[in-house]
């Protein structure tokens, strides 16, 4: 005799092939990043720093830019570094690069890198930025031939995906053990172009850094993807002129766009690789904004390093604070002396006393503005300032977290929500499975946070629980629905895949809209997606369900449940 299939068995066999958790299908975790990148930002393109989307780092030298290239009045033509006016008028070779006007604020790196690299991609209010830069060992740069444009070698590869709805960003860094990229060839976001794309999905597996060990948090922490430093070059930063100044056109213009910080904006890192790896720095982090100060007029700043040594740099001034500790002692030493640093490899041109005078390159009142002669932030200012970003710094401050919590469905900045919530019975199914009826709970749901129509980072949790009909029919009590708990599966225990009871109830978990099959990317919609589950019901019976929405975070907040309450009974009066 057959044994009869059991009330786990025949919901998963119903419902099994959407009971499935977004980016669960690999350990890997480039891999993992990948997928769970995809479920927030959507497809992600490839990794390409050339072609009409994208844009040459120069390097600019008392005012002219700077290329590598054959000097032609030397027998041999050997490579030598041309500078030449805005005009494209050679004003001298030279053999070397010490110095340059605008030397990067990163660490770690070449001071004045030149011909790097960066590519951009949008999608709606989506965008990537792909950075191949440039670098050696060597803090200064030769006249090598890595250094001309056309060589197409790089050290470092990274990108940032960016929602400017939601404040969602995301970073990847190339593999550590690497020392030498191509940008000829086109980079495969990690985790593949979906989940079947098993090629790409090897290959990004050698390509990028699962351990996350740069923690790119720090200095793209502003609330934007880019930090507005001198050495990306942005037409408003570090001209005289602003966007009139005929040098501006050595710059990238606005081809990174704009973003104002404010300190109430969301902003969340996407990955929970990273968050892992750095969620120290991501829970201490605060944005602040200093009323009635000369620098928070148009933006906030945080205890990262745009606070820390971008504002330094910017406003050229020293890291100070009266009476630190000893730890903040040691760390505020540190960063005088990569300030130093990178102040020993910056032109006296472009210097407040030079004759250029961009430096420093935003001054109160008038940002980046230095036509208007503005004065320099005073000592009080810069105290001011410099408590708040390190962090020892009073109620004036007006300290917020700098990163914000994962919305739940619903709730935050994410308004959209279930709806068209029914229970149908449909007819028997076949007698080997049971003799009982289905009971179909269906509604209909637009993940439309961001405005990602392929978004998939959101699924339901299904709690029923089965009682006896009442004579005379009538509503049920709240207390007889599921409760929130055990719809969140706070003591789930797992029966059949995604299906088991939690307390008192039986759960199916993680479901998705119809036919989005384990491990399949969706396909982009504008329209609400239909979801359902089937329930076998018996006659005489009430089935009472409590429905919860869920987001999984990808970060180490986990998954956070909507708190709304989707709630609906189904009496089978077979009877009638």
């Not at 090897?202 to 793209?220: K, Q, S, T």
């Not at 055990?486 to 119809?514: I, M, P, Q, R």
Request: with cysteine; charged share 25%; glycine share 10%.
């Amino acid at each position: 005799m057959a044994r009869p299939t059991s009330l786990y068995e025949l919901l998963l066999r119903w419902n099994g092939e959407v009971l499935w958790a977004p980016a669960t299908a690999s350990t890997d975790p480039v891999t993992k990043f990948g997928d769970e990148a995809r479920s927030v930002f959507g497809p992600m393109p490839d990794g390409v720093c050339t072609g009409p989307a994208s844009r040459q780092l120069g390097l600019e030298v008392e005012g002219n830019v700077v290329e590598l290239e054959p000097n032609p009045s030397k027998t041999g033509s050997p490579l030598e570094f041309a500078h030449r006016d805005i005009n494209g008028r050679l004003v001298k070779w030279t053999t070397e690069i010490n110095r340059c006007d605008k030397p990067s604020l990163a660490g770690g790196v070449t001071f004045c890198a030149m011909n790097s690299r960066i590519g951009l991609v949008r999608r709606n209010h989506v965008q990537w930025l792909f950075l191949c830069r440039k670098s050696t060992e060597s803090p200064e740069i030769k006249s090598d031939p890595y250094w001309t444009a056309t060589d197409p070698r790089f050290s470092r590869y990274s990108a940032i995906g960016f929602n400017d709805l939601t404040g969602e960003i995301a970073f990847l860094d190339g593999r550590k053990d690497r020392s030498v990229f191509d940008w000829t060839e086109r980079f495969p976001p990690p985790g593949g172009s979906s989940y079947s794309d098993d090629t790409g999905r090897r290959a990004a597996e050698d390509l990028y850094d699962g351990g996350f060990a740069v923690n790119c948090a720090l200095c793209h922490d502003n609330k934007k993807p880019a930090v507005v430093d001198p050495h990306m070059q942005q037409a408003r930063v570090g001209y005289f002129g602003g966007r009139n100044d005929q040098r501006a056109a050595f710059g990238l213009g606005n081809f990174l766009p704009g973003r104002i910080a404010r300190p109430d904006a969301p902003f969340r890192v996407v990955g929970s690789g990273f968050t892992d790896a750095h969620g120290g720095t991501l829970a201490e982090a605060r944005a602040f904004m200093i009323k009635d100060h000369s620098c928070s007029g148009c933006h906030s700043l945080t205890t990262l390093e745009s606070g820390r040594r971008l504002a330094a740099d910017a406003v050229g001034r020293k890291p100070f604070v009266q009476n630190p500790t000893v730890p903040l002692n040691s760390v505020l030493f540190a960063q005088n002396v990569a300030l130093g640093l990178i102040n020993n490899h910056k032109t006296e041109w472009a210097s407040a006393s030079g004759a250029g005078r961009i430096s420093p390159w935003m001054t109160p009142d008038h940002g980046g503005n230095l036509s208007e002669n503005s004065r320099k932030l005073d000592d009080d200012d810069w105290s001011r300032l410099s408590r708040c970003a390190w962090g020892v710094g009073g109620s004036e401050c007006g300290y917020r977290p700098l990163f914000t919590a994962c919305p739940a469905p619903g709730s935050g900045g994410d308004t959209f929500v279930p709806n068209d919530f029914s229970a149908q019975v449909l007819s028997d199914p076949t007698a080997d499975e049971t003799q009982a009826k289905k009971l179909r709970v269906s509604w209909k749901y637009l993940n439309a946070y961001g405005d990602v129509p392929e978004r998939d980072d959101v699924r339901f949790n299904v709690a029923f629980r089965q009682t006896n009909m009442p004579p005379g029919g009538g509503s049920p009590k709240p207390q007889e629905y599921p409760t929130p708990d055990e719809a969140k599966g706070t003591d789930f225990v797992a029966a059949a895949g995604g299906v088991g009871h939690s307390g008192s109830a039986t759960l199916l978990k993680d479901v998705s809209f119809a036919g989005h099959k384990k491990w399949t990317d969706p396909v982009p919609s504008h329209m609400a997606r239909s979801y359902s589950v089937d329930v076998p019901a018996a006659c005489g019976k009430r089935y009472l369900f409590r429905i919860v929405p869920e987001r999984f975070c990808f970060d180490n907040s986990g998954i956070r449940f909507g708190e709304a309450e989707y709630l609906l009974y189904r009496d089978i009066d077979c009877g009638r």
